[in-house]
Structures are given as structure tokens and as C-alpha cells.
């Protein structure tokens, strides 16, 4: 095997941990966008906009809408921007710590549509929105952590083994 | 560390819930001393002065009739009646004759409560200060004085506590009403009627006029929104 050939499995790896940056990106913008939207409508007291049903408005002014005083958009809205800084730090402790908010924001997403569908008993399609936006978010950041061996591995090990290899059956060759 | 990460995120958002549904104190709202009297006063002058019978504020003669369809347990009906356009419409519309309000009790938040089973005796408990015509002193005190949604703070305690708050109330008929099977048949035919209709949230506001009825499509309207409605019907 070529020292060029041993490189082509990191090389498909980066392109693969691109794309899932890439995408985990998007998401996060659109995310940003979404409690951007709620936090703005909270504090401005402007109507909401959302179906007929109304059903924006009982959820935003039900008590689960504020978690200690803090709406819980806020909180979205830092996870959503604390996931997109994740990408900026090249090593494992981005990629964990990225998994680790989109974790926290997908389970607790879970737990406010279940107060939805059986306390409040109205729907938020915005909520519902950042729900499927980090249930998302929680599966590409966990790919990311679960790639991460031969992204982080390779280029350093495999081909200075390889290098060795080759320079050792030159030698011999000699 | 991804175990340690997941682990992690799991206590935090165990610590979350906690925090969002009051973890498991009994988070009562039920003022005393000078935040009572002070509620009781606000209550007395938004509702001085208007007719009520059972569970109806206003002129019984009043051309538009707004069917509130509501549960004491309810945070949007506290934010509709405390912060909406619930007190000016009584100020204005109520107060002059031109609109009546009638409540009717559908079970939403405390059905999906730990203890569901306490909506008729709070619903009741209105209703039968109602018979003293004090029905809405009783309902705008409960949701001032409403506590933590889900942590079961209706105990038999907190609805003599606002009974006890109402000047006027006789305390003793009041306890004494509140066993009568009429009250408990009223709260029953009003969630009946409410499925009937395709209620299917609260608060639920039916305007009803000489040209028809309409609901209003916001759950916690403004005093305008309310307005806009009521011009539809007559």
C-alpha cells in the first residue's frame, strides 16, 4: 500500500466530517433563527405568529414556557449558538461538548412536547420546530463523536507507519 | 466520555424539569395579611357595582353574551383574566350593560395535573359562592392567588383560604353549598356541553349577539381583539 493510498481513508473521512459540520451549521442557523423569533415575540409582547388554532400563544403563556423566570427560548437559543461554537474547536472536545448541548437540548425538547400533548393541551409549531431541529442536531453531532477515531488518528499515525514500512523495505532492497 | 457526556446531560436535564414543574413543593399562591386585602380591593373595584347571578356578571338583559369556558387550575385563563383583555372588558362592556359574561368549567390543566379528581371540588367551590352571588370574587381570587401548575396545591386548605377572603361571604352557607348535587350536575353539563360544541382548550370565549356567534381566535386576547368580536355579533 502507497503512502497516497493509505491517506485516502482520512481524506473520505474529512469530507465526511465537512458535510456533517456543514450541516450541524445550517441546522444551528436555522435553530438560531427559530428561538431568535420566540425570544424576540416574549420580550417585544408582540403576537405571535402561528396556525389558527392559537395554539402558540396558550403554550408560550403556560408556566413551562419559562423555566425560573428565563423563557425557555433563551435557553434554545444559547444552545443553538453553543453547538455552532462547538464547530469552531477542531478536536474531540468540540465534538463532545456539541453532543453534549444538542443531548441536553433534544431531551428537554422531549419533555416540553410531552407538557404540550398532555398539560397544556395545545401545540406550539414553533416548539415543535426547535424539537425536530435538535432531535437533528443530537443524531449528527453523535455520528460526529462516534467518527471521530480515523478523522483524529490517521493523517498522524497511519502514514508515518506507513513511511516507516516503505524506508524499511528500501533498506532491505539495498 | 461520551458515556461521561451522556450521563451528564442527563442530570442536567433532570435538574431542568425539576426546576420547570416546581419539583415537588406544594407551591400554594394564597396571599394573607395586607397582599390579601390589597388583592380583595382590586377585585371589589373591577366588580363593584355589577350585577351577578350564580355564574353570571353582568345585565341579564345585556345583548352579547360572552360564554367563558374556563378551569381555575388553568395558567392561559390567568393570564387571560389577570394580564388580557378580560379586566378592561368588564370595566367598560360589562359594567355598561352591554356585555354579560357567563362561566362555564372545562377541565384542561387539571386534568392533566397529579390530581385530577380536584377539579369539581374547586369548580364547586366557585359555583357555590355563586349562590351568594359572589361567584366572580371567587374566580378572580383564584386566579390571583393561583399556585404552581401541577404541584397539587387545591387542597381543602387553600379553597376555604379564599373563601375566607371575601368580605361579604357567608362562610358557613358557603361550606354548606358546596355539597349541593346541583353545583356538582352545573360543572358536569357545562363539560358536556363545552365536547358538544368542540371545546377542546381554555380559556374558550363565545361571543354570542343579535347577529350570530363568534369565538375569539387568540388565547389570551387583547381588550381590541375581544372588541373585534364583539362587533361581529352585533
Not at chain 1, 458535510?19 to 417585544?44: S, T
Not at chain 1, 456539541?98 to 412536547?113: D, E, K, N, Q, R
Not at chain 1, 442536531?137 to 498522524?156: D, F, H, N, S, W
Not at chain 2, 386566579?143 to 404552581?148: A, K, R, T, V
Request: hydrophobic share 40%; proline share 4%.
Amino acid at each position: 500500500m502507497s503512502i497516497a493510498a493509505a491517506n485516502g481513508a482520512p481524506a473520505r473521512a474529512g469530507t465526511v466530517d465537512r458535510r456533517l459540520r456543514i450541516a450541524i451549521g445550517v441546522l444551528c442557523l436555522i435553530g438560531i433563527g427559530v428561538a431568535g423569533y420566540l425570544v424576540y415575540v416574549h420580550y417585544a409582547k408582540i403576537k405571535i405568529i402561528c396556525g389558527a388554532n392559537g395554539g402558540c400563544e396558550t403554550v408560550q403563556s403556560s408556566v413551562y414556557s419559562k423555566l425560573d423566570g428565563v423563557p425557555v427560548a433563551v435557553l434554545g437559543l444559547a444552545g443553538y449558538i453553543g453547538i455552532l461554537f462547538s464547530l469552531a474547536i477542531r478536536n474531540e472536545l468540540g465534538r463532545v461538548a456539541g453532543f453534549g448541548i444538542a443531548l441536553v437540548g433534544f431531551l428537554f425538547s422531549m419533555y416540553l412536547t410531552y407538557r404540550e400533548a398532555f398539560t397544556i393541551h395545545a401545540y406550539c409549531y414553533w416548539c415543535l420546530s426547535s424539537a425536530t431541529l435538535m432531535t437533528l442536531l443530537v443524531v449528527l453531532t453523535g455520528i460526529r463523536v462516534l467518527r471521530a477515531e480515523p478523522i483524529e488518528r490517521t493523517p498522524k499515525t497511519v502514514p508515518r507507519a506507513e513511511r516507516r514500512r516503505v524506508e524499511r523495505r528500501q533498506a532491505a532492497r539495498r | 466520555m461520551v458515556g461521561g457526556t451522556v450521563l451528564g446531560a442527563i442530570i442536567v436535564v433532570v435538574v431542568l424539569v425539576l426546576v420547570s414543574s416546581g419539583g415537588t413543593k406544594k407551591e400554594t399562591g394564597l396571599q394573607t395579611g395586607t397582599t390579601a386585602n390589597s388583592t380583595i380591593a382590586g377585585i371589589n373595584q373591577l366588580l363593584g357595582g355589577i350585577p351577578q347571578s350564580g355564574n353570571v356578571l353582568g345585565n341579564p338583559k345585556a345583548p352579547v353574551t360572552m360564554t367563558y369556558y374556563g378551569d381555575y387550575e388553568c395558567p392561559v385563563c390567568q393570564a387571560f383574566t389577570l394580564q388580557g383583555g378580560f379586566s378592561q372588558l368588564v370595566s367598560n362592556d360589562v359594567r355598561s350593560g352591554k356585555v354579560k359574561v357567563e362561566y362555564r368549567s372545562f377541565c384542561t390543566a387539571t386534568c392533566g395535573s397529579p390530581d385530577p379528581g380536584v377539579f369539581n371540588t374547586q369548580q364547586v367551590a366557585g359555583l357555590a359562592a355563586g349562590k351568594q352571588n359572589l361567584f366572580w370574587q371567587y374566580t378572580e381570587l383564584f386566579y390571583h392567588e393561583q399556585g404552581q401548575e401541577d404541584s397539587g396545591y387545591v387542597t381543602p386548605a387553600y379553597l376555604n383560604g379564599l373563601a375566607r377572603q371575601i368580605p361579604n361571604l357567608d362562610y358557613a352557607t358557603w361550606q354548606t353549598d358546596r355539597n349541593d348535587p346541583n353545583l356538582t350536575a352545573q360543572v358536569s353539563n357545562d363539560q358536556a356541553s363545552a365536547r358538544q360544541i368542540g371545546v377542546s382548550g381554555t380559556p374558550t370565549l363565545i361571543f354570542s349577539g343579535p347577529k350570530g356567534q363568534a369565538a375569539a381566535s387568540q388565547a389570551v386576547p387583547t381588550y381590541a381583539q375581544l372588541e373585534q368580536v364583539i362587533k361581529q355579533v352585533t
